[in-house]
């Protein structure tokens, strides 16, 4: 099992891809395939057959996985998407922190 460099809940930037440039909040993390699901990137269309909890049926917008290694962790103080490393503290508490400014990300 691998680990990511970011988690539920990050702001991220696409770096690759068709969605390339984008930004959005990462809503699912896959760490054993080292992919994420990303708020409004990557939408797919997927064809629906009419069940009971959708009668309707028809077409339906959802977001697929990409993978970890296209998207940048956007850094809460300089804004810029960077690149992160990782500390441990004197109490054996693990951070994570931008290597543009310095500033503590979690």
């Known amino acids: 099992m691998s ?5 539920k809940g990050d702001k991220v930037k696409i770096i690759a891809g068709k969605d390339r440039g984008q930004e959005g909040e990462i809503l699912k993390a896959f760490p054993k395939e080292s992919r994420v699901i990303v708020k409004g990137v990557n939408v797919i269309k ?3 057959r009419p069940t009971q909890e959708n009668p309707q049926g028809g077409i339906l917008e959802k977001e697929a996985p990409i993978h970890s290694s296209n998207v940048m962790l956007l850094c ?11 500390k441990v503290l004197d109490n054996g508490e693990k951070l994570r922190y931008c290597k543009k400014c310095g500033e503590d990300i979690d």
């Not at 680990?3 to 988690?7: F, Q």
């Not at 809460?76 to 990782?86: E, F, I, N, V």
């Open 46 to 48: 997927k064809h629906v």
């Open 3 to 7: 680990k990511l460099h970011v988690k």
């Open 76 to 86: 809460g103080k300089c804004g810029a998407p960077s690149r992160t490393g990782k």
